[in-house]
């Protein structure tokens, strides 16, 4: 295949993210300005201006008509995702990490990273269909018993009954969305062992994908009501993003050493790559080379024809599959 | 909607041109035209038309295609550097069973189970990372490595056997004047002779692969007189397969 690239930031990439029909790409990095491409030809649609400090995630409403990013300079804003006008700005004492809207758009899960005497936390906020009513407040702020390690990622459970954070403390946590009780959380032995960097839900909800940077570097599927692992995925780098394909099952992962060992390692131009596993078989049936840097951000379209990569380079690769991906046979 | 990554010429049929497809995708089309000075012309233009995605687009899809850009955006036109097709053909690679290269592109279980191992006890001093063979051995000949190998040939026979190494007894010192080249001559013929034993051929490669590309990846086993790879000469990609010849049978096994 002939990847596309798409050099749109000059810092490396920090997300990315497909809308719900696949033929927008969002993209953070850690330059103020997400932006908007277009998922077939890697055209650059638009840049979200307002951001000051470096973004850490997006997520985008069912409706493709709203997007929520948050960043380090302490806010997470919603923009209007034709214009590129921000709508609101949601402020905080610490930098924003994670985003993601509920089913049904009306909520927003936000973590907070630890920050002087703030620790790291997950809020909950309401997000209003009229403009006009939407309001800094939460509905609810989760602390985590961990609180001087930052939560990486936090999503919505099924039905938005239960969010899931996992973090540099490398435990996974579920919450009840509504009572902000902890209902669950993986013990040492089952568990991640080095910071989880990435989470991605599957598209049915019913289990995720956690990559972290143990030494293992495995990834864990771990089944949303019961948390219980069910797959492990080794590879040979700490991983720091993860995704699935919902049209086969396949998972792609992706990383890279450390900035402080990178000198260390051997490494060639042009080979960091993102593994392909079968995600029954947990076994690795492909690699897809180029970034000049470890891998940051996967995402798959959600039709599964094609994924894009983003990584410490700063380039957003866009790969759209040869027909023989689809017919892979381990 | 497709996105093509060549230029296409239109097909009108007029008289003197021609429009080919041939099964690669090459599209040929002949003109004549009148040049400046007044001279006809023949020109033969060759593309290439390959699909890189289609985008099958619902009608929602359609209307963001028409949305007016945005924020750093506004000003990119169509021309905008920000967006390139990557020059290189990026595969899925299988991974590799350990002790394989990387790279390896070439089928052949023989290659990968290379043994560095076996009798190893005298380092060779002409190459002294490979320890599996003795000096007088060497394929690295080059490296001013003795010349008395080509002398050894014809009175040991075949160099197949490793073992008959230790029996020479030549490699402890060898004289200047058997060293770098001297018989140069004399030994190309002898290993021309044992070419074609000591060639492989390598099947399953990319299509942009060439012939350095072969040296280098062969280049460790041992050292490579000749590497050829078959070309097809309409569409100047490797057809697929190859021939690498090493110096020494032993090295090719």
């Known amino acids: 295949m002939r990847p596309i690239l798409m050099k749109g930031h000059e810092r490396p990439l920090t997300f990315l993210r497909y809308h719900r029909d696949g033929d927008l790409l969002f993209s953070c990095a850690k330059d103020d300005t997400p932006t908007l491409w277009y998922a077939d030809n890697g055209e650059r649609l638009g840049t979200y201006r307002g951001h000051n400090g470096a973004v850490w995630c997006c997520d985008v409403s069912r409706d493709s008509s709203r997007l929520i990013t948050g960043s380090a300079d302490q806010t997470a804003k919603l923009w209007d995702v034709k214009t590129g006008q921000q709508l609101f700005s949601f402020k905080f004492g610490a930098p924003a990490r994670s985003v993601d809207f509920a089913v049904g758009d009306k909520l927003a899960v936000i973590t907070t990273d630890p920050f002087m005497e703030h620790t790291s936390a997950i809020h909950v906020k309401r997000i209003a269909e009229d403009l006009e009513d939407q309001t800094d407040d939460s509905v609810l702020i989760l602390q985590s018993p961990n609180g001087r390690k930052t939560i990486n990622r936090a999503v919505w459970g099924p039905l938005n009954q239960t969010i899931v954070s996992g973090g540099e403390d490398a435990v996974i946590r579920i919450w009840d969305a509504e009572t902000g009780k902890l209902l669950k959380e993986t013990d040492e032995e089952v568990g991640h062992k080095k910071p989880i960097r990435s989470l991605c839900k599957s598209a049915d909800d019913s289990h995720f994908l956690t990559g972290s940077r143990d030494k293992t570097a495995k990834a864990c599927l771990w089944d949303m009501r019961t948390l219980t692992l069910i797959k492990t995925y080794t590879t040979g780098v700490p991983l720091n993003a993860v995704s699935m394909s919902s049209l086969l099952d396949h998972v792609v992962l992706g990383g890279g050493p450390d900035a402080s060992e990178i000198t260390t390692t051997e490494h060639r131009a042009g080979s960091f790559d993102a593994k392909f596993y079968d995600k029954i078989l947990q076994e690795e049936f492909g690699s897809v080379k180029g970034h000049f840097g470890p891998i940051n951000a996967l995402a798959f379209n959600p039709d599964g024809r094609s994924f894009s990569s983003g990584g410490e380079d700063g380039y957003v690769r866009l790969h759209h599959f040869d027909a023989d991906y689809f017919n892979i046979k381990i | ?253």
């Open chain 2, 1 to 253: 909607m497709t996105i093509d990554s060549q230029q296409q010429k239109t097909s009108k049929f007029r008289w003197g041109e021609m429009d080919e497809d041939d099964d690669h995708g090459l599209k040929t089309v002949i003109e004549y035209k009148f040049n400046d000075e007044g001279n006809k012309v023949k020109v033969t233009t060759k593309s290439r038309v390959r699909k890189l995605a289609s985008a099958r687009l619902n009608k929602r899809a359609m209307e963001r295609r028409s949305w007016p850009k945005f924020g750093d955006a506004a000003s990119d036109d169509s021309g905008s550097s920000l967006t390139m097709v990557s020059t290189e053909e990026i595969l899925m690679e299988r991974p590799r069973a350990p002790g394989a290269k990387d790279e390896s592109k070439a089928a052949g279980d023989s290659l990968s189970q290379l043994s560095k191992g076996g009798a190893v006890l005298m380092v060779c001093r002409t190459c002294h990372k490979k320890g599996d063979h003795w000096t007088s051995k060497c394929p690295y000949k080059d490296l001013s490595a003795p010349a008395d190998v080509f002398v050894d040939k014809p009175t040991t026979g075949e160099t197949s056997t490793v073992s008959a190494a230790p029996g020479t007894g030549k490699a402890s010192y060898v004289p200047p004047s058997m060293r770098a080249g001297a018989d140069r001559s004399a030994g190309g013929s002898d290993m021309r002779r044992r070419n074609d034993e000591n060639s492989i051929c390598v099947t399953n490669l990319s299509e942009d692969t060439r012939e350095p590309d072969l040296m280098e990846l062969f280049h460790p086993f041992g050292a490579v007189t000749r590497v050829y790879v078959a070309i097809d000469q309409k569409t100047g990609m490797s057809r697929g397969f190859g021939f690498v010849n090493f110096v020494s049978r032993e090295d090719a096994q």
